[in-house]
């Protein structure tokens, strides 16, 4: 064999493992990522903050969608009322900013108050820990960049869920396995080419 084909085929090797790479990214699903900190910082009080990219839902957020992502690692969150209307919620919470108070929550439960407006934007969940009943200060979290929206976009509801288990804060940027996969094949296929080449 040639220097000349084995490195054809190597080449022709390469692009196939970068194209079956590149299919799985574009196939990817919708993932959780940390807040931006100006998003992060637009709820007083909360522990955490997490928005699924890319969003590609119903529009709206339901038990079952929110326990699919696994906001903060977890999957038991219990949605409190309804999407918009929770007994435990009172205050403003549409429009641009305002002020709720979760109160009557048992001490031992975590919240997860999930914003959602319309379209261009996701689910955006903050996490309140330990005692979360008390009054918070909030601004809207739909803000260009990271959505395509006019800046900044008026919220449509509060929807509160909770939970009995201990989350992680969700602030440390999470992977995207997509790309760990890419990344592992490139350099897989970058390995066998070095062996290959090297008996020549």
Known sequence: MTMKSSLVKSTICSLAVLMAGMSWVGGAQATLVACT??????FSGSDGCQYITPFT?????????????????????????????SP????????????????GLAADLTALVII????????????????ANGTYNWTTPFLNPPFNVPNPKDV?????????????????????????????????????????????
Do not use: C
Request: net charge negative; glycine share 16%; proline share 4%.
């Open 37 to 42: 900190a100006d998003m992060a910082d637009n």
């Open 57 to 85: 839902g119903s529009g709206n957020d339901s038990q079952t969608l929110v326990n699919n992502e696994g906001f903060f690692g977890l999957t038991d969150w219990t949605i409190n009322g309804s999407r918009g209307s």
């Open 88 to 103: 435990l919620l009172s205050g403003n919470q549409t429009g641009q900013s305002g002020s709720f108070t979760i109160s």
């Open 156 to 200: 449509s509801h509060f929807t509160l869920y909770t939970s009995p288990s201990d989350p992680g804060t969700g602030n440390d940027p999470v992977p995207e396995p997509a790309s760990l996969l890419l990344l592992g094949s490139g350099l897989a296929g970058l390995a066998w080419w070095k062996r290959k080449s090297s008996k020549v």
């Open 116 to 131: 959602k407006d319309g379209q261009g934007t996701s689910l955006v969940g903050y996490l309140y820990t330990a005692d």
